[in-house]
């Protein structure tokens, strides 16, 4: 049910497909474009105002994720929520306010984003059997990208087993199209051990079958050893406390066989992960994979280390929708690697390359394979030096045979070999040859999983098993589709003002009513201090 901004070409066009679900979407519903896009991606090369957002949807509650730093709500979502003078600013988190004490819409990530997702979890959830069908319609959105597999890394209000009775019923009544490796993620702060104590005695790592198995611990394996990957903020040091709360688990796991994989944006976190696992593989050595997830800013002593650990790293293209920002607050040579794929590469390590998706980036693996082999931003930055790049095969390499160590499924995925289940793609246009920027516009023609034809296009559409009908029947997938396509026709845009005008009460604290200013500068990247983001201009929210 989740209006998708990925891949939208202007931020007109984005506006106008906002007002055209507002308007099509009932009350008490709410419209969600949860994450997957970038300002830097749109033509105008700016974030929506909360003035443009309320025009576009007056009366219908909005929620806008942006990355992990922040989100717009509009002002019927203000209402729907109860948010006032009186509403206290959670932990970790900023709700912004007019100079009556008034919230404005803008959620800050300061830089927990729980005020992100806390927020979204309190809008209307749909029944079991809609989101029976709307999970039927994802997994042919993603074998119409040619995905056959995925890791879930699990995420905040992921219960095992409460909240996967949809994946569970789709497993038994065998209308899976997607094989999914399923990690266990510990949900409540102070409650990690007991979580991880109960799942123990529950399950097991690679219980299942070769459709729906369990992966093991992850990607939250303590609550005080989350290094949130915001970087609109100063990276956070993590509590002194987070030691003696993480080494109980990781033994637990160790002592039990479990792989785990843990969240790990910056080196500073790593190195001190590391040296709990080291302690704890002297006492209790590992058996089975211990997965670094992210690594942006992984140096090389810490890589090694995880090479020595038996450890692999598993990355993801957050940087194509976040490297700007990277760029501004940390300078462009220190973005040159992020992460250091090809240090990894060289020290041995098993890499396996993904998403992240559905929340900071897209779900389409052809942007992420582009972002590997081009080493620049949805906005054009070139991030990465030719060094630093991935040749395609390498890139693939990654996607296939490296995300199958990940899953413990090397024997019998990655490659097209006899043994290995019959997953595979048959591609619109050829990976190898195509130019560079139309990596990102490859789809499948032809999609199999197990042997079996999950989806296809063209000469090959009438081979694509059938799909019951979108519901809710309001849903924006009903009228938009997934991922923008370049042949997707978008409404009319909307006459949408500009944000600041004579009347205009929302002075930023940088620009003052100077908004076009942050509007229209392209990003000063070879000097943090003039990049407006890192100073806190807000000339998007007025």
Known sequence: MELRWEGVPSLADALALLKTQAANTPAPQWVRVVGRWSEFQFAERRMPTLDEINAAAPDTPVFILHLFGRALINRAAIRSLGFGRDTPDPPGGVIERDPRGAPTGLLIARPSAQI??????????????????????????????????????????QTYPDDYEVIQRLHDAGDMTVRVADNLFA?????????????????????????????????????????????????????????????????????NAWPFRIHATYDETIDRFLTVFERVNGRQPFRTRLIIDHAETIGPRTIDRVAALGGGIAIQHRMAFQGEYVVGRYGAAAAEATPPVTRMLEAGVPVGAGTDATRVASYNPWVSLWWLVSGRTLGGLELYPERNRLDRQTALELWTRGSAWLSGESEVKGTLAPGQHADLAVLSDDYFTVPTDAIREVESVLTMTGGRIVHGAGTFAGLAPPLPPVAPDWS????????????????????????CHGGCGRACGVHGHDHGIAWTTPLPVADKGAFWGALGCSCFAV
């Open 116 to 157: 992100l997702y806390s927020t979204l979890a309190r809008g209307p959830r749909l029944p079991v059997e809609d989101q029976v069908v709307s999970t039927r319609h994802f997994m042919r959105e993603l074998n119409r990208l040619g995905i056959t597999s995925v890791i879930d890394a699990g995420g905040g209000g």
């Open 187 to 255: 949900q409540a702060a102070g409650l990690e051990l007991s979580d991880y104590e109960r799942w123990v005695a529950m399950t097991e790592p690679g219980a299942g079958d070769a459709m729906l198995r369990m992966n093991g611990a992850g990607e939250n394996l303590a609550w005080s050893a989350a290094d949130f990957e915001n970087f609109l903020e100063p990276r956070p040091d993590l509590a002194p406390v987070m030691e003696s709360e993480l080494e109980p688990i990781v033994e637990l796991l160790a002592e």
């Open 476 to 499: 924006p997938v009903s009228r938009f589709g997934g991922h923008w396509r370049a042949a997707t026709e978008p409404p009319a845009p909307a006459a949408i003002e500009r944000a």
